[in-house]
């Protein structure tokens, strides 16, 4: 993003943890509150980004369910040969802004939230 070939610009979405880049620029650039940024994933420095105001708002993948969640499937499949009662089975999402950031941080289990 560049802010001076751009300076209208009021936000960006990122697809990815890319935000991070994009959070880290507003930040340095003091554009906290004048561009908003909104992306994906929780990961180390996003949160905090979203605390200091540079990121609007992360969604959560919850990775590590959608990681831990098919294991558990297929363990409950081979070992009782039953299915999972969904056949999409979508683990949610979580959006973390200014209203929600110091609880996310606090939470001593928001590694399984990532």
Do not use: W
């Amino acid at each position: 993003m560049d802010r001076k070939a751009h300076p209208n610009l009021a936000g960006a979405y990122v697809a990815d943890e890319s935000v991070l880049s994009l959070g880290t620029y507003i930040d340095r650039n003091g554009l906290s509150g004048k561009v908003a940024a909104v992306g994906f994933n929780l990961t180390a420095g996003i949160p905090e980004l979203v605390q200091k105001g540079a990121i609007s708002a992360a969604i959560g993948q919850y990775a590590y369910q959608q990681a831990y969640r098919p294991v558990e499937m297929l363990d409950q499949f081979l070992t009782s040969g039953t299915l999972p009662p969904c056949s999409l089975c979508d683990v949610g999402a979580l959006i973390v802004n200014g209203d929600n950031v110091k609880a996310f941080l606090s939470n001593p289990d928001r590694a399984k939230l990532l």
